[in-house]
């Protein structure tokens, strides 16, 4: 790709971070916005800004994307700043003020949800729609919508292609994403917006959320600490490393119409597999408390990567052992931040 400008939102989270942060090592500018919401300890979050912060072609504003009398004048400035000298910007026929926006801001996890949906709903429906609404009066042309594969739900025939159904999500989470998504091709059908929603599998990897098992595993077997498992540690997840995933967000900016597809790491494994491979990795044993399965979790996840392959040219490249081992570093190398950190709920 040419050099461009992009829109980043949620810049600070652990995805948004790392495409923002390949983004700018290939020559590119990039606008990122994130909220610093306390979903969990935002001093994670500034660590992040901290290293994008070292590019010269990285700029930050916080902001919540729900919020559109905010969102609007970044586009609008954006505008202006584009315009030759002599002119002042006309909307729908001056330079677009990003070559994309691609829309990482969100609330992720699927058991708070449960316990606060709309919270949810107003960033991730809400907040989408905002962006939408911007690309469409700005003339931004395309849109990469972050989603994720819990809107396929219990009883969706693995491995997970993007023609199953997703008429049944689990939690608030996958329903506010399913939302998010048929939003996007509302925009697609009426206002011509190129449009890719991204479904990730379980991301993990170094500076990850601390909600998520990997962070919570490494960090408190690493600790001597008991672990919690929820039910028999016999459910399978496709863990995917964080940068794969950018990678694969950064080429799902080509043009492609109106696509959904996934990403993940093509090779799933139990729970227990992962604690065990964990442990290996950080030389200790587990301690582990097992306390009851949680309704809203899915049993299995499995990822059918045919059409990312074939779209986008894309395939993981970390296997979960690697993975591992560079996630065990980051936390050794960055262990009196993580361990200053509030805890987060299993």
Same mark, same amino acid.
């Given at each position: 790709?040419? #050099? *461009?400008? !992009?829109?980043?939102?949620?810049?600070?989270? /652990?995805?948004? @971070?790392?495409?923002?942060?390949?983004? %700018?090592?290939?020559?590119?500018?990039?606008?990122?916005?994130?909220?610093?919401?306390?979903?969990?300890?935002?001093?994670?979050?500034?660590?992040?800004?901290?290293?994008?912060?070292?590019?010269?072609?990285?700029?930050?504003?916080?902001?919540?994307?729900?919020?559109?009398?905010?969102?609007?004048?970044?586009?609008?400035?954006?505008?202006?700043?584009?315009?030759?000298?002599?002119?002042?910007?006309?909307?729908?026929?001056?330079?677009?003020?990003?070559?994309?926006?691609?829309?990482?801001?969100?609330?992720?996890?699927?058991?708070?949800?449960?316990?606060?949906?709309?919270?949810?709903?107003?960033?991730?429906?809400?907040?989408?729609?905002?962006?939408?609404?911007?690309?469409?009066?700005?003339?931004?042309?395309?849109?990469?919508?972050?989603?994720? #594969? *819990?809107? !396929?739900?219990?009883?969706?025939?693995?491995? /997970?292609?993007? @023609?199953?159904?997703?008429?049944?999500? %689990?939690?608030?989470?996958?329903?506010?994403?399913?939302?998010?998504?048929?939003?996007?091709?509302?925009?697609?059908?009426?206002?011509?917006?190129?449009?890719?929603?991204?479904?990730?599998?379980?991301?993990?990897?170094?500076?990850?959320?601390?909600?998520?098992?990997?962070?919570?595993?490494?960090?408190?077997?690493?600790?001597?600490?008991?672990?919690?498992?929820?039910?028999?540690?016999?459910?399978?997840?496709?863990?995917?490393?964080?940068?794969?995933?950018?990678?694969?967000?950064?080429?799902?900016?080509?043009?492609?119409?109106?696509?959904?597809?996934?990403?993940?790491?093509?090779?799933?494994?139990?729970?227990?597999?992962?604690?065990?491979?964990?442990?290996?990795?950080?030389?200790?044993?587990?301690?582990?408390?097992?306390?009851?399965?949680?309704?809203?979790?899915?049993?299995?996840?499995?990822?059918?990567?045919?059409?990312?392959?074939?779209?986008?040219?894309?395939?993981?490249?970390?296997?979960?052992?690697?993975?591992?081992?560079?996630?065990?570093?980051?936390?050794?190398?960055?262990?009196?931040?993580?361990?200053?950190?509030?805890?987060?709920?299993?």
């Amino acid at each position: 790709m040419a #050099s *461009s400008r !992009y829109l980043v939102t949620g810049c600070a989270g /652990f995805i948004g @971070a790392k495409v923002a942060e390949l983004l %700018l090592a290939d020559g590119h500018r990039v606008l990122g916005v994130d909220n610093l919401n306390e979903a969990y300890d935002p001093r994670l979050k500034q660590w992040r800004l901290q290293q994008l912060s070292r590019h010269d072609g990285f700029c930050y504003r916080q902001l919540d994307v729900a919020d559109r009398q905010s969102l609007e004048p970044l586009f609008a400035r954006s505008e202006e700043a584009s315009a030759p000298p002599d002119r002042a910007p006309a909307r729908e026929t001056s330079t677009p003020p990003f070559a994309a926006v691609i829309n990482l801001a969100a609330r992720a996890g699927v058991r708070a949800s449960v316990l606060h949906p709309e919270i949810y709903y107003h960033t991730n429906c809400d907040g989408t729609l905002n962006l939408l609404e911007m690309c469409r009066r700005y003339g931004v042309k395309k849109f990469v919508l972050a989603s994720t #594969s *819990s809107v !396929y739900g219990a009883d969706s025939p693995v491995p /997970f292609t993007e @023609a199953n159904h997703t008429s049944r999500p %689990l939690s608030p989470y996958a329903a506010s994403k399913k939302a998010a998504e048929v939003l996007a091709y509302t925009y697609h059908y009426l206002h011509g917006l190129d449009v890719t929603v991204l479904r990730y599998f379980t991301v993990y990897g170094p500076a990850g959320r601390p909600d998520m098992s990997v962070f919570r595993f490494v960090r408190d077997i690493s600790e001597g600490r008991p672990i919690t498992v929820l039910g028999n540690g016999n459910q399978s997840r496709d863990f995917t490393f964080v940068d794969d995933i950018a990678r694969g967000t950064i080429a799902a900016l080509r043009p492609l119409g109106y696509e959904v597809i996934n990403l993940g790491g093509d090779s799933p494994i139990k729970l227990c597999e992962l604690i065990s491979r964990i442990s290996a990795t950080v030389g200790r044993e587990p301690i582990i408390v097992r306390k009851p399965a949680h309704p809203a979790d899915v049993p299995a996840t499995w990822a059918d990567i045919t059409k990312a392959r074939r779209l986008l040219d894309w395939e993981p490249r970390i296997s979960i052992d690697e993975g591992i081992i560079k996630t065990v570093q980051w936390y050794r190398e960055n262990r009196e931040l993580v361990l200053s950190l509030a805890d987060c709920p299993p």
